[in-house]
């Protein structure tokens, strides 16, 4: 990573929006291409990641979220920690001397002739970068899918999850039927925490974690996690929430909720950049084989930007190999040859087994968790 000292706004080869783990590996495929790119973020190195619950463990092993051939230390149980893959990712970024501009927010880009102009608010002020080519890496988790009921953004209701040691004791309210919902009430019911969990639908999702699924069953069966399925909000008020079962309403009483109905991009920001999102689901078109937006010339989308309200696809293991799709395209259209010293195995390229990831046509994504 750069010192502060830097302040040029380009012209750059390339401006990567985001620095996650999909940004910082554009970015290095960027380098090791010979251009000269630009990483802007608007918090901090892995933001969404940052903002995972503070005692995560990654489902996944930790060579499929290596990026740049950097291998990835974990502990003796060979699942990475938040805190494990926060490391990495800065660490990488400061070996490979990326230019990340941190808490830099970009609010729209505009394609004057070749180039783009990228308007950025700053601690510094406003600021306008330029590039001739644009990588959107923004991820999804900025955005939660709401319920859009009164008392939705009171300050006890949160559409993210940290840790359960302040609510030991507490009533805790946990809204959704997905992993994060339903680790988030495990790991409250356990440091003490009295739980009521609500779910819209019949049974919880398909994609809840097989060796979890078990566990909130029986605790749920146990009366040791209160369950109202097929239910809604239809209220959050200071001390109570009204719910909703089949035409019935009632009410629960609590002193902190979690909001955990999973994410979305920004469909306002995209527009900003020239895109037409879906109105449905949000999804961009792009090129499948090159992640080009259909919409704007030059433009790319990384990873799950692209997705929509689709997020169960693309995770960090796949969707890092944007990047060397993105990056592959760039250079043919610009007539460079790949690097001699592309790496490909582990960490960039292919899969530690040989396998290959398709990124499916649809545009999809979540969270590796």
Not at 40 to 59: L, Q
Not at 172 to 178: I, N, P, Q, S
Not at 187 to 215: C, E, M, N, Q, S
Request: a negative charge; one cysteine or more.
């Amino acid at each position: 990573m750069l010192p502060e000292t830097r302040r040029s706004t380009g012209p750059f080869d390339i401006a990567i929006v985001g620095a996650g783990p999909v940004g910082l590996a554009c970015g290095i495929a960027a380098k090791r291409h010979g251009y000269d790119a630009v990483l802007i973020e608007k918090g901090c190195i892995a933001d969404s990641v940052f903002r995972f619950p503070t005692n995560m463990t990654f489902f996944t092993t930790p060579e499929l979220m290596e990026i740049g051939n950097h291998p990835l230390i974990t502990g003796p149980h060979n699942k990475p920690t938040r805190g494990e893959a926060l490391d990495y990712y800065r660490s990488v970024t400061r070996v490979e001397a990326l230019d990340v501009r941190t808490y830099e927010r970009v609010l729209r880009l505009e394609r004057r002739d070749q180039s783009f102009a990228l308007d950025v608010e700053s601690r510094d002020g406003p600021k306008t970068y330029e590039a001739r080519r644009v990588i959107l890496a923004t991820g999804y988790y900025d955005d939660p899918n709401r319920l859009d009921v009164p008392g939705e953004d009171l300050p006890h209701v949160s559409h993210y999850y940290t840790e359960a040691h302040p609510y030991a004791g507490r009533r805790v309210l946990v809204v959704g039927g997905k992993n994060s919902a339903v680790e988030a009430a495990l790991d409250l019911f356990r440091h003490d925490a009295h739980v009521t969990l609500v779910h819209r639908g019949v049974h919880f999702g398909k994609g809840v974690k097989y060796w979890i699924l078990p566990d909130i069953e029986n605790r749920i069966q146990a009366g040791e996690i209160r369950a109202w399925f097929e239910t809604v909000v239809r209220e959050i008020r200071e001390r109570e929430v009204e719910l909703e079962q089949h035409g019935t309403t009632f009410t629960e009483r609590f002193d902190q909720g979690f909001l955990l109905t999973g994410y979305h991009p920004d469909p306002d920001f995209l527009r900003a950049c020239g895109l037409e999102p879906d109105p449905v689901t949000l999804a961009v078109a792009i090129d499948p084989e090159t992640c080009e937006s259909r919409d704007v010339p030059d433009l790319y989308l990384a990873g799950s930007a692209s997705a929509g309200r689709a997020t169960g696809m693309i995770f960090i293991e796949n969707g890092r190999f944007d990047a060397d799709r993105i990056l592959a395209h760039i250079a043919k259209t610009d007539g460079r040859e790949a690097p001699a010293s592309q790496p490909t195995g582990r960490g960039f390229g292919a899969l530690p087994n040989g396998a290959s990831i398709t990124r499916p046509r649809g545009g999809a994504s979540g969270a590796s968790r």
